[in-house]
């Protein structure tokens, strides 16, 4: 058994970001796991996912308190802030909010910053099992966007053993999923943080437990592609992704650039779904109290993509008051049955206005028409007898229902997706 | 059938680049395809490609003369010249070599530089099948490192249809693979020629006949990596490779980059072997009448990276004067089997010194530790342990004998390809 | 005498570019010379300048007809289209057309595109005073927006021999200024062709001739600067300006960052003034026929920056329908003192708004404020009391008369310009 | 009076960077200082500059000890180590050390970093003047290569504030010269940090002190010279210089191409003089105890450069023992009086072999002719010819001597420095 075991398909469930920003508080998490037992397990949706400052008692929304206190351990190490998640007094961390959400049959994950509290390394506090210091093995690098943690140097034994007790402490908790962040790609250092990679695959790998390990930000570098393959579960494709056309047309390119690096284990991320209510205390996206600002036809679009391409599929909204139709997007058995079952994909086809893909799975073939272009059209005769056959019937897998392309119009910014 | 079936595994042939840049002559070429005829044709090789500047009546060595006229026929395309290759007289082209290459049981590949001839837009020849002429389709832009052409604007139906006239014209002279140049990366216009490949796939396809597409030069962009494998059988990692080890020690970063992208049909190109007797009239490389600088150890691993992963195997040197020890590196029939029978391949490991692949067939497994340090060493038991399993018998390829890997010693530069 | 002696003050002219794209003719030419002499001469206007492609017969606008054969003389030199230019005929060139200029009290430029033309190198012609021809002396090297030329190679004392025969030629129709294009910046070689610049001068040297040179087309590079005063008399800063604001408002950045390459004989230049009357058998900029699409009040800030900053004015509208507006711009003899006469000049402030220049000669100080803003503003007290000092009575010279600054209003996108 | 006249001519001193790297102790200060007073101010030296951390109890060599504590005052600023420099006790700062220089007839300078010390705003500590924080006031940008210091949000009154009350605390400690490093360029952020410039250029106005203001590291860009010229009195060209030629030839093209912004009270500055005795304590350069690597000819080489390029002269060896060659380098009193006096300077040959300088002051002519090939060379008589005259008898400045050019050999790597 490797790490690729940890997620034979792609990774699916809820993460707090899009609509709590870095402020989500427990009950808010409860009520998300309860929602998505009840309603969501049945497709196959599992992870619930605390995002960025679950240490930082004073968070407010998706703009950080610079260079605030975090609450930290003896050991250097984040630990969760109690103010906002009560289960977690006397130091015990998320291991009572871990159990609520393994009842629910459900597992949880959390979010970490690449590196060293920065605290940490200026008042030199210990580090779990060495005598080494804080001091000693933060690294002069930071995130450029958030100003919590230093890097930390794993060419020394003591850089590697703080990541060790780092996972150990949350493999404690009960973690089931971590997402990494400042590390796929940086801005200031135009590259992944490699060795830090693979120090957090070490460290994962010696607690035994089967920790699916997504790391962030995007643009992941294609020149590193193998190397991803070979240290995580799944990695992002681009920079923050929101509910803007501009940037979900320009996600065919990067399906397209990294098809060649999906398999079981490796799920390419095309970021979070913006679906929904996703504006609590988010400020960025469209900010405040808002509900995406897609159009149904760019939702269906949307998700026709993430799932043939087998991109986790992780929902920013908020599930206690989701509406039918978002709610539609996220257990369409069919659509799902797909997405779990592939085990090839890929574009075959580009022009300004159609994009299309294909997907098989053991049993059956699939092709989904894009319309990207700004006006309704009738998908041309040419490319349904090309990829799809003169005259078939086939099963529209949104619409549930078996139809022929003749004649079939896919709306500006819409899809189609068929079984053949 | 798609012309992925053109190419079902890695081709293997014979280049006259190397050795004889770009003034190769029929006599040259009949020696070398009658002696693989002889000793290569059973180990699988069979494509024998007449590299730049067969249409230059007065090419000399690996330095072209610039702005020269060339063989022309009424439709702007480049013919023989017949002062050099003496049976395509009357303008028969190279059907009768090519007709002398398939009596022996080979395949005929020919190179062609993207564009059409700038003597013809500068002369306004005509172009088949239609009343525009050459000036109406050619673009204003060039190869920076050869002055025969300009490019096509295959935007116009005119500009496809002038592909589709080479195409044709090559077709009925037998020939069973094309290399196009100035195609795959453009150092002036910082990506690859796409238009044109397209236009180069569709014209070929209208020919019937499965005709292998090669493009060159490197680097090829990994972005283009899904676009190369929708269009040709074969692109170019690196600019040219020649026989220096910094050359040969960078190829693992393109290979393990590009890995991804092989499967039956797309053999992404490590460039020819520049082994033997390589320069005859070559300038380039160490030039004059010279042979490989490349040591045994290198060419051992040299052979066994392209061969696990499966790169295209073109040798540049000459054939009819070949030594008994580069003849071996082509005629190890337990090192081919392995080559022409993978299904995965890909890099596992990388240090300072070890570097280590793996492949894998229907029935086998397959390791190469290559020793990419300066001195001699012994396999670390650790990683023999890791990859191989503890104190197992293997088989070594190159040796083709039964070893045990403890204390096995690899030299500098060198490798161990085995049979698990 | 060095060249810098030919343009001690900034070159003021007339260019057919603007209005008549590639395609002015001979009568047109001569109106806009007679309105200069009687209208433009007193101020100091006295350039006459044919932009690109005289020596094309077919010539329509500012769109090139590609690859099309032009007008050469036995010596690979390229020579007037006589259709167009009647008074050229019998191969005299523009000597005519020059002598009828100078009659007028004028000077008279054209302009070349670095380089031979593609025709010679491609039928191999010959080169004045040697029996190498065109063929030995081109280098492989283009334009990227126009296909008239290749590259010469002068590091062969030929390649130096073919400049030299072409200012010979250009000196004895009596040519003062010459426009060199393709060789101050290139997008394609990302530099300056600077051994071409090198030769040029030379060629210029040997003629004893006073020939402005000036260098297009921007941008050039900073890091040249020094090099580009030792060789030129003008050089662009920008590529093609026309009558757009966010071009304009970028130039104070270029300005900015020239002016100290500023002096007499160098005059580092912001490209032809795209006002009045500017599209006749243009296709660029508005295109059409039509008149500037810039404010009264953008006018007089281009026009105070392009005389503070001292940048040549070469006015690209036509004359002899010019309106007054227009015409009064060019005829401003305080600013036209101030232009001419100054020794020193310098952004002094920027914010958001405002961008502030001061000018000084011999016996006077000159200050512009140039509102950048969106809205018409007072000019804020604290700037005025610190670059004009308090209350002072100023001279406006655009307005012609004496001003306080007190509450002085400056339009959105306008300018006003004093002498202290 | 502004900024300008505090450095009518180019700075000339000694800084403790080369010999001692961040540990330079008081009497070591002291003895340089007591030294330059009397063998090199009557030649127009007279700073005495401390470098880097000397708040830094611990320093050690040119390698900072990472994320240490430093010496802080109640209002985040950092104040002198005592440990090292004993008369800054009771918080005295560098008062005693700065009147024992001014005693000697000498100036006093300090270096310090862009921004404010981490640890204030990791604890928070207060800013002069204001309610605010240092947290409030940091911005989270660092310097890469050390990890004192955060940026510093000037568009908030309180960032410029605290640097108003650094300027404040160093004019009353007597500082007549201010070092400022991570400004003038950035690795990280790829620019000048620009905002900060400006908000130290109007703290130190404040201060109504002559203080120099001096911008580190290079290299400093082009676009921006202008932007220096108006708020610095020098800037580094390029990263640390040292003693190897490759460097030093280098600088040729750094000085061509920031000659045209040299004028009375700005410097463009090549660096230190890494020359004499310049290892104690230092790490980078040669390391170790060490002389410096350069010839005498290079030596001469480089102060010909310096001094006719008017670069700040600032000396990075040891003076106490310095030797008779280097001390006779920087008391020249022929050269020193070009330097002091030239009112312009330029590049006026360059090839392979040959770089010539030309300089003028209100009374004289310079040329300075380097050899940057590798082997002896008698100066062309073409190039005397051109730039001195024919056969005309010259002042040599470092010979001291009258002498003809005629067959005058200047050696590899050397040069030789001319009055007319």
């Known amino acids: 058994m490797t790490f690729l075991d940890f997620a034979k398909t792609p990774p699916m469930g809820w993460n707090s970001w899009d609509c709590y920003g870095a402020s989500v508080r427990e009950e808010e998490v409860r009520d998300h796991a309860l929602f998505m037992s009840k309603h969501l397990k049945p497709y196959g949706w599992e992870y619930i996912v605390i995002d960025i400052q679950w240490a930082e008692p004073k968070a407010k929304s998706t703009r950080y308190n610079q260079f605030f206190p975090l609450n930290m351990d003896e050991y250097s190490r984040l630990i969760t802030a109690a103010n906002r998640f009560p289960s977690s007094k006397q130091g015990q961390g998320f291991k009572a909010l871990g159990e609520y959400i393994h009842q629910l049959g459900l597992k949880f994950g959390i979010h970490i910053m690449r590196g060293i ?5 200026h008042q030199n506090t210990a580090i779990k099992g060495t005598d080494k210091r804080a001091r000693d093995i933060a690294m002069n690098n930071i995130c450029p966007w958030n100003s919590d943690m230093y890097g930390v140097n794993v060419d020394l034994p003591e850089g590697q053993l703080y990541y060790d007790s780092l996972m150990e402490l949350y493999a404690s908790w009960g973690v089931d999923f971590i997402k990494v962040d400042d590390i796929a790609y940086s801005r200031l250092y135009d590259d992944a943080h490699k060795k830090e990679i693979a120090a957090i695959r070490k460290a994962i790998d010696k607690t035994k437990r089967p920790i699916v390990l997504s790391l962030s930000p995007g643009p992941a570098q294609l020149k590193n ?3 991803l393959q070979d240290h995580a579960n799944m990695w992002r494709l681009t920079d923050d992704f929101w509910d803007h056309w501009d940037a979900l047309y320009r996600m065919f390119d990067r399906a397209a650039e990294w098809v060649s690096y999906v398999r079981p284990g490796n799920w390419p991320d095309c970021d979070m779904l913006p679906l929904g209510h996703i504006g609590i205390r988010a400020v ?7 509900w995406t600002r897609f159009t149904k036809d760019e939702q269906y679009l949307l998700m026709s993509l993430w799932t043939i391409f087998q991109s986790p599929l992780m929902y920013g909204g908020t599930l206690p008051d989701i509406d039918d139709f978002t709610l539609s997007l996220f257990t369409n058995e069919e659509v799902l049955d797909m997405y779990q079952t592939l085990t090839y994909r890929r574009q075959v086809y580009r022009d300004d206005n159609w994009i299309i893909w294909e997907g098989r799975s053991e049993k059956d073939e699939y092709i989904s028409f894009f319309n990207v272009g700004e006006s309704n059209l ?7 007898d090309r990829f799809v056959g003169m005259n078939r019937e086939v099963r529209d897998l949104w619409g549930k229902k078996d139809i022929r392309l003749d004649e079939q119009v896919v709306n500006a910014h819409g899809a189609i997706l068929i079984r053949k």
Request: hydrophobic content about 25%; charged content about 25%.
């Open 117 to 121: 509290p920065r605290q940490a390394v």
């Open 284 to 290: 960025d996206g469209g900010g405040g109290d808002s």
């Open 225 to 227: 592609g193998m190397f």
């Open 378 to 384: 009738e998908i041309p005769r040419e490319l349904s």
